[in-house]
Structure formats: structure tokens, C-alpha cells
């Protein structure tokens, strides 16, 4: 560019000279010479191809920032304390659910568990011998006229009951005998006597009776107990079980280790964090959207979001959570976007340029893509429009392309005449001179969207 100023001053100032000559040969060539000069300068304006920025309706939309998140973020924490032996994972690492990433010393474990089984086997011996005392077998209910002690307490009960009945029932005859003299009253005490003792004997075998009822139901009471023990027993034995499970620890889901702040040797209590786990497929973008849109913002529109680490990328996907509240500070909402992210290229904490599209249309402004000169190391754009026979600079923010035009978000006006070629030639103020494109040109361009 300055080779092509040098270039204009020294021709400038050739013309000057020249006009300074032509004068002193007289006053009736000076008309002929300002002429000359008019056309050197205008000789010198740059030539610019332009085209002017239209407007036609488009998808409402609405552009805000926000930053990338994990769709879960875990800082994974032991169930017990204890010395690291083991870490198999690295930062960086993708696990899958259920997978080792840390190992702790387990032999204190495994002795407490063997210690509790033995213990749950004492105690189903213990059951089973409490069983077998009232001759209970597996899965059967108890009933204390089943036992065989009570089974034969009830038979001496009934036999004595029958023995007695008929010794009554001889007394009774002997008694009538003897009031008619056909038996001596010897006969008859001895018949009474027996009687007497039958009875007795009855009574007897009925205590006898009740009481292995309730010796039986007494042992039940043992069995009951035994199957408390041997329950609590199995209940120690899983606790046990657990705390050596606990020694080993696993993912909750699948994803990729952000941080391991632990080392094998290295003691860590119950408030230690032994990883963070992130899971970013899919991926989550948070974004706050101004309240004059929430009539128009509905879960499940497209969201096309940029990142500046992937100029001219866009990413798209869907809002899938809204805030019901506005906050009264920035009169602004929350609203949660996902994206699938299945090549892992967006990462949490990535700065994001999203669009929301809305329900309804709006007035876009569209330029050819050949208007638009990108900065890649800034990622800014920018465009020259002409105005009064100057170019002008304009930051712009780029929205969607469509075909070989690209929508401008901000700053530029509708109508506005755009410079479409020399744009590495021109500056801000410099004098041009416009050259409207073919309609042909602005056809096609319009076709091509």
C-alpha cells in the first residue's frame, strides 16, 4: 500500500509541474490544463467492485455467550478410609462405568470379613440345633402338638384318661354288686382304690402334657433367638463384605478423568476427593438470554453456537432446559443447550458465540461471503462500505451462511454499499471510487442462497 501512495505523490507532483509550465505559456490554455488536472485525480481513485446489503425475513433469532459445561461432573470420594496402593487412571484417561480407578490396602478388610462369616456359621449351627430340638424342619411353620415330646405326652395323657375311665366304670359296677351282696367289700375298695389311682394317674399324664407344650413353645422362643443371631450375623458378614468392596474404587459412569489429585502410599480420609470424573458426550452450553425473548424461547429449538478455537465451525444443538425465573438484576434467564460433541471437540469451560432460533421471522441482513475479511487470529470480522466516495470500516458479527451470502448480525445497515473485492487494499477514510456489481453478479449471488 505504500508503494501505491509513493507512486500517487510522485505523479502529483509531475502534474503540478506541468500545470506550472502550461501557465506561464498564457492564460488561454489554462482551461485545457484544469481539465487535464481533474482527470489525473481522478484517475488515481482506487476502482471497487460493491454490492448493496439486503434484507429479507428470516427464522427469528436471538445471539448470546456462554460457556460449555460438563453434562455430569463427578469429584468422585471413598466410602472408607485408608492407604492408596493402586491408582490404574490419569488425567486425561476415558473410563468407562464401573471401572478401577483407585485401590486401597484391603487385608484388615479381608480378615474382618472371614472373622464374620465364621461368626454367620456359628450361628446356623445354632439354628439348626434349636431347630432340631422341637423337631422342626427347613421352612416349616411351628405348631407345638407336632413336637415329638408333646406327641407322646398327649398319648400317656390319653392312655392314663381311658385307664381311668374304666377303673371308674368297674368301681361304679362293684359299688352296685356289693349293695345286692354279689361281691365282698374287699372286692370292692380294692375296685375303688384303683380307681382312685387311674385318676390320679390321669391327672398326671395331663400336667405332664402341659408341660411339654409349654417346654416346646419354650424352645421355639430358643429358635427365634437363633434366628436373630444368624441374622445379624449375615448382616455383619456384608458389612464386612462392603468395606472390602469399599477398598476398591469404581466410576459411577463413563467418562474422562479431569483431575487425580491422589498417588499410591498416600493416606485418604472419607472427605478426600480421589478423582473428577466428567462426562462431555453429550455436552452442555449455559447460556443467559435477555427477558424481552422468553414469549419467543421454548425447550428443544436449534442452537448454533461458535467456538473461537474453531473459526467458521459451527455446532449445532438444542435448548433442553429453561429457567422458570428471570433474574432481577441482569433481566436476564438461564437456559441449558445440548450439544452431542461426539468427536470431543468442545471442551467444559469453552467460551461460546450461540444463536438461539426462535419461534417466528425476523429481518436479516445478508452480504456475499466475498465481502467479509476475517481476522483468524481474533476472530473478528469485518466489512468496507462506501459512503460519499470514501470506504468505510465496519466490525461485523457474523450470523448463518446461506449459500454464497452470510448473514450480519451487527453492524451494518440494510442497503448499505459494500465493497466486494481489494478489501486487502483498503483502509478506513480512503477515497474510492464504487463500481455497483452487474445485476447478473447479484442475481447469481442471490440464487446461490
Do not use: W
Not at 84 to 95: K, L, Q, W
Not at 152 to 157: E, G, N, Q, R, T
Amino acid at each position: 500500500m505504500a508503494t501505491r501512495n509513493n507512486r500517487r505523490v510522485v505523479s502529483a507532483t509531475t502534474c503540478v509541474a506541468a500545470l506550472a509550465l502550461v501557465t506561464g505559456c498564457g492564460g488561454a490554455k489554462d482551461s485545457g490544463v484544469s481539465q487535464a488536472a481533474t482527470g489525473l485525480d481522478a484517475g488515481r481513485l482506487l476502482v471497487v467492485q460493491t454490492v448493496q446489503a439486503i434484507s429479507r425475513p428470516i427464522a427469528a433469532s436471538v445471539q448470546v455467550t456462554g460457556s460449555f459445561v460438563a453434562k455430569d461432573a463427578s469429584d468422585v470420594a471413598p466410602e472408607a478410609a485408608g492407604h492408596v496402593v493402586e491408582t490404574p487412571v490419569n488425567v486425561g484417561d476415558f473410563v468407562k462405568e464401573g471401572q478401577v480407578i483407585a485401590k486401597f490396602e484391603s487385608r484388615d478388610a479381608q480378615l474382618r470379613l472371614e472373622q464374620a462369616r465364621a461368626s454367620e456359621q456359628q450361628a446356623e449351627a445354632s439354628l439348626h440345633q434349636a431347630q432340631s430340638r422341637i423337631g422342626l424342619g427347613q421352612g416349616q411353620e411351628f405348631n407345638p402338638e407336632k413336637v415329638p415330646e408333646v406327641l407322646s405326652a398327649k398319648a400317656s395323657y390319653e392312655s392314663a384318661t381311658a385307664q381311668a375311665r374304666l377303673a371308674k366304670a368297674d368301681a361304679q359296677r362293684y359299688e352296685n354288686l356289693i349293695q345286692s351282696g354279689d361281691v365282698s367289700r374287699s372286692a370292692y375298695e380294692r375296685a375303688r382304690t384303683q380307681a382312685d389311682t387311674a385318676e390320679a394317674q390321669a391327672n398326671s399324664a395331663r400336667q405332664q402334657y402341659e408341660a411339654a407344650i409349654n417346654s416346646a413353645r419354650q424352645n421355639y422362643q430358643g429358635v427365634l433367638t437363633a434366628q436373630a443371631s444368624l441374622a445379624a450375623s449375615r448382616a455383619q458378614a456384608a458389612l464386612a463384605d462392603k468395606a472390602l468392596q469399599d477398598t476398591v474404587i469404581r466410576t459411577p459412569f463413563a467418562g474422562f478423568v479431569s483431575a487425580r489429585p491422589i498417588a499410591a502410599g498416600q493416606y485418604v480420609a472419607l472427605t478426600s476427593k480421589i478423582a473428577t470424573l466428567l462426562r462431555i458426550t453429550p455436552i452442555k452450553l449455559d447460556l443467559q438470554v435477555p427477558e424481552s425473548n422468553v414469549a419467543q424461547m421454548q425447550a428443544g429449538v436449534t442452537v448454533e453456537a461458535s467456538a473461537p478455537g474453531y473459526p467458521g465451525r459451527i455446532f449445532q444443538g438444542k435448548a433442553t432446559a429453561l429457567n422458570p425465573a428471570v433474574d432481577p438484576n441482569s433481566r436476564t434467564f438461564s437456559v441449558e443447550a445440548e450439544f452431542p460433541n461426539s468427536d470431543l471437540a468442545l471442551k467444559p469451560g469453552m467460551f461460546a458465540t450461540a444463536r438461539i432460533l426462535l419461534t417466528g421471522t425476523s429481518d436479516g441482513i445478508f452480504v456475499p461471503t466475498r465481502a467479509i475479511l476475517t481476522d483468524a487470529t481474533t476472530n473478528s470480522s469485518q466489512v468496507f462500505f462506501v459512503r460519499d466516495n470514501k470506504a468505510r470500516v465496519a466490525v461485523v458479527q457474523l450470523g448463518a451462511k446461506d449459500g454464497d451470502l452470510t448473514q450480519i448480525l451487527s453492524g451494518l445497515s440494510p442497503g448499505a454499499t459494500v465493497a466486494t473485492d481489494h478489501l486487502q487494499d483498503l483502509y478506513d477514510g480512503e477515497s474510492v471510487q464504487a463500481s455497483p456489481a452487474r445485476p447478473q453478479s447479484i442475481v447469481n449471488a442471490k440464487q446461490g442462497s
